[in-house]
């Protein structure tokens, strides 16, 4: 004898179906902006005995196609639209690491304040929101001198944000942006980024110490050269108790096309064959050695880890974590 389900079990097979079953069409990429004022932006961890707190600028919103500047456009379109990014705008976060080391507080970068993108300019706001004093931060390493790492220097009266701080960045960043007559001397497109490095680094200009590959901030913070996207860009290597973090700037720009694609050089990479030698660098001592990176630009808190995949590597993003 054949069984006849029941009412019951029909309903139930027919509710098991709708919920597998997937939509015939497409349902496109997007993900829409907030619908509201969103909580604030920071993130905390630790590497061995340094307590990281990520704070966050905000987000940049800048031209897709700078992405793959040496690639083909619609092998850079196609990347994009498989990975369910916009082939119209890069939308970029902007994380900046705030290292205790229980002797010294260090903050990687000012950000832009309120001069560069209206979306962008945040760091104090999430710094106080964190529960953190300015006046507390010992030093601020700068890993280059481009809008959204250091037009936040100054606040809304042209007085520096962190009068106290040491302010650390590479010899020949400073040397860069700071030589007379530079803004002469650069393509029309990148003489507002020449007349912003100046307006931001000549009022402290006394204050910079200028440093060279491997310096010591403190015991267990070292900055390493990481020329290419600026002639004297600067990562930051912390250790302590065996684990390690490096805070990358933008010497690897994009969570996914800088390890996936470190060939593509991007459109703000001032030496993009450096960049490209500089970003592998990084990647392979990252990942051989097992070390978290923190991305200036990746996605909000920007840390994880990097895995070397063939020719290649990929960006493996850290658990948000609540305790
Ligand atoms: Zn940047």
């Known amino acids: ?148 790492h250091v037009w936040g220097m100054l606040d809304d009266f042209d007085d520096p944000v962190l009068p106290d701080a040491r302010l650390l960045i590479g010899a020949a960043e400073a040397a860069f942006w700071l030589a007379p007559g530079r803004v002469d001397q650069v393509p029309e497109a990148m003489k507002p980024f020449v007349v912003g490095a100046v307006r931001s680094l000549e009022p402290v200009r006394d204050r910079l110490e200028l440093v060279e590959d491997g310096h010591e901030v403190v015991p267990g913070l070292r900055m390493i050269a990481t020329p290419g996207h600026t002639p004297g860009h600067m990562s930051l290597l912390a250790e302590s108790g065996g684990q390690a973090l490096l805070v990358t700037g933008d010497a690897a720009n994009h969570a996914l096309i800088s390890f996936q694609r470190p060939d593509w050089v991007f459109g703000f990479d001032a030496d993009g064959a450096r960049a490209v030698l500089t970003r592998r660098r990084l990647a392979a001592m990252a990942a051989e050695r097992g070390m978290a990176v923190l991305g200036y630009h990746f996605p909000f808190p920007g840390v994880g880890h990097v895995l070397a995949e063939g020719p290649a590597f990929r960006f493996l993003p850290a658990l948000w974590r609540w305790q």
């Open 1 to 148: 004898m054949t069984h006849h389900p029941s009412r019951r079990e029909l309903l139930r097979l027919a509710a098991l179906a709708s919920a597998f079953a997937l939509p015939a069409m497409p349902l496109g990429a997007a993900i829409g902006g907030p619908r509201g004022t969103q909580a604030p932006g920071f993130f905390r961890f630790s590497v061995g005995d340094f307590a990281v707190t990520v704070l966050s600028d905000g987000h940049l919103e800048t031209p897709a196609a700078l992405l793959g500047a040496n690639a083909h456009p619609a092998e850079v379109a196609r990347f994009l639209e498989a990975h369910h990014l916009s082939s119209e705008i890069n939308l970029a976060h902007t994380n900046h690491a705030l290292i205790d080391t229980g002797e010294a507080r260090v903050l990687v970068d000012v950000g832009s304040g309120n001069r560069f993108q209206p979306t962008a300019g945040r760091l104090m706001a999430n710094m106080a929101a964190a529960g953190i004093d300015p006046a507390s931060i010992t030093h601020v390493v700068l890993t280059h001198a481009h809008p959204d």
